[in-house]
């Protein structure tokens, strides 16, 4: 099993609001990313992070941001909520950390985004 | 353009017989190639992998083939059960790094 938490599993949440998704994994990995996911669709990467201060963009623009200050903690951050960001957002670590098999990425279980 | 392709969005299974999931990629620079399973509102698993120098790798119920050639992989169940019912994931990575790119998924549906 991969030791990999995010919370809050499910959100719901008005538009208009600040909310931070948590993402903390406990395998030493180096490296973490955020993926969304909408329902029935593909997986599309929107942050990830090689390291400690270092954090870039992935494929599908995404109006969230995220920090790395920390290996083991990857937040996801959104300053103003709206309708269009209800998803499922997944957190996801790989490395040579607990696990072997360095491209091996462990995903979270998610967090559901609701924003009324 | 999408690199990493699962042609079929669905596919339906009767329980004991083999499930067979289909996964096409496009750049030559792959060479790790991963499967995973998502039940809805969690998070994907890892199931199996393979790596270039391999074509074909076995875990219990699973196996992945690879041809190179064809650049296709594909995932075998058998026998299939209910509980495998779920969406499955092919994704694919170069050597360089761990950045896999992931197909739209194959949604698998294992009948009793």
């Known amino acids: 099993e991969a030791d990999i938490y995010q919370t809050p599993r499910y959100l719901v949440i008005g538009t208009g609001k600040k909310i931070t998704l948590e993402c903390s994994q406990t395998m030493g990995h180096d490296k973490m990313y955020w993926y969304q996911q909408d329902p029935g669709m593909e997986l599309h990467l929107i942050h990830y992070?090689?390291?400690?201060?270092?954090?870039e963009k992935g494929d599908l623009s995404s109006e969230s941001t995220v920090s790395r200050i920390r290996t083991e903690h990857f937040p996801l951050t959104l300053e103003s909520a709206r309708p269009s960001h209800t998803s499922q957002y997944l957190c996801?670590?790989?490395?040579?950390?607990?696990?072997?098999?360095?491209?091996?990425?462990?995903f979270g279980e998610g967090s559901w985004l609701t924003v009324v | 353009d999408q690199q990493v392709k699962q042609n079929s969005p669905s596919l339906s299974v009767q329980e004991g017989r083999i499930s067979i999931l289909n996964c096409d990629y496009t750049n030559s620079m792959f060479d790790y190639f991963l499967w995973y399973k998502k039940y809805p509102a969690e998070g994907p698993t890892f199931l199996i992998s393979i790596s270039s120098i391999k074509d074909k790798n076995e875990d219990g119920r699973f196996t992945v083939f690879l041809n190179k050639s064809a650049k296709h992989l594909s995932l075998h169940i058998v026998p299939s059960q209910p509980g495998d019912s779920a969406v499955y994931f092919c994704?694919?990575?170069?050597?360089?790094?761990?950045?896999?790119?992931f197909g739209g998924g194959t949604r698998l549906m294992v009948k009793p």
């Open positions: 996801a670590s790989s490395g040579t950390g607990k696990y072997t098999g360095g491209n091996t990425i462990y």
């Open positions: 994704a694919a990575s170069e050597d360089a790094g761990n950045m896999l790119t």
């Open positions: 992070s090689y390291g400690v201060n270092s954090t």
